[in-house]
């Protein structure tokens, strides 16, 4: 059985390295184990738009509503859906670079990022199987056709 390691960031994208991984990605999603004090909603999901899009309250919850039906994912809560700094982490372990929200002030300052449109939230899904039951961290990004 793979032994998990814990995701060590070796360095962050440019902005010019941010640009050229964002070219044809449509959103990025990133999972992880909630906090344990949330039994009903046990993974805290990430949603990475690319766009600065500022949305009405009617898009984000038609975005989130769309997303959760295509994830299998129920009780949503805890939303969080707003124009943000998100950096991109990278190891040698790595396929992809990791999508990082920034919400410490010394963050934004030290991390090279971009705003990208972010929807965070706890929910349950079965298709998250990984944070869900095994404890893990993982990220996907979706391309334009």
Excluded: R
């Excluded at 039994?39 to 038609?62: G, H, V, Y």
């Excluded at 190891?91 to 972010?118: F, G, R, W």
Aim: glycine share 4%; net charge negative.
């Amino acid at each position: 059985m793979p032994v998990a390691h814990a995701i060590n960031t070796d360095t962050y994208l440019d902005p010019i390295e941010i640009e050229a991984h964002l070219k044809n990605v449509e959103y990025a999603i990133l999972a992880t184990p909630a906090p344990s004090h949330f039994k009903d909603t046990p993974i805290q999901f990430t949603i990475f738009l690319n766009t600065q899009d500022k949305f009405t309250q009617d898009i984000k919850d038609a975005i989130l509503d769309k997303f959760c039906d295509e994830n299998n994912i129920t009780n949503p809560s805890e939303v969080m859906s707003q124009l943000m700094p998100v950096g991109f982490g990278k190891s040698e372990a790595q396929d992809t670079p990791m999508p990082l929200l920034l919400i410490k002030p010394e963050d934004q300052m030290s991390i090279p990022h971009t705003v990208m449109h972010v929807i965070d939230f706890l929910g349950d899904s079965d298709n998250f199987y990984e944070a869900k039951i095994e404890g893990l961290t993982g990220w996907s990004y979706s391309y334009d056709e």
